[in-house]
Nanobody, 115 residues
Framework: QVQLVESGGGLVQPGGSLTLSCAAS????????MGWFRQAPGKQRDIVATITVGGSTNYANSVKGRFTISEDNAKNTVYLQMNSLKLEDTAVYYC?????????WGQGTQVTVSS
């Protein structure tokens, strides 16, 4: 059973930056992929960014050029660097991991963009 623990959320002003971290309980080198999703109040959970075992990345159009996903295999951690944050980026951000045929989720971390 893989456990994912997110951290780094908080309150930030529009135009600001935050870095989210997702620490996995196992070596992420063998994971098929990891990623970040977000869910705003009253909306469905949407993909934000993913990174595969080969290092390929994919981003939602709404965050391209502003967010960067990266991983540190030595620390079993995936990061989401978020720059130029907008009001509409406000959501609970969830870490996701796909290991063989099983999907795992973290508990989520709140990101609030407000002036």
């Amino acid at each position: 059973q893989v456990q994912l623990v997110e951290s780094g959320g908080g309150l930030v002003q529009p135009g600001g930056s935050l870095t989210l971290s997702c620490a996995a309980s196992e070596n992420i080198f063998g994971f098929n992929s990891m990623g970040w999703f977000r869910q705003a109040p009253g909306k469905q959970r949407d993909i934000v960014a993913t990174i595969t075992v080969g290092g390929s990345t994919n981003y939602a159009n709404s965050v391209k050029g502003r967010f960067t996903i990266s991983e540190d295999n030595a620390k079993n951690t995936v990061y989401l660097q978020m720059n130029s944050l907008k009001l509409e980026d406000t959501a609970v951000y969830y870490c996701n991991a796909f290991v063989l045929s099983t999907e795992y989720w973290g508990q989520g971390t709140q990101v609030t963009v407000s002036s």
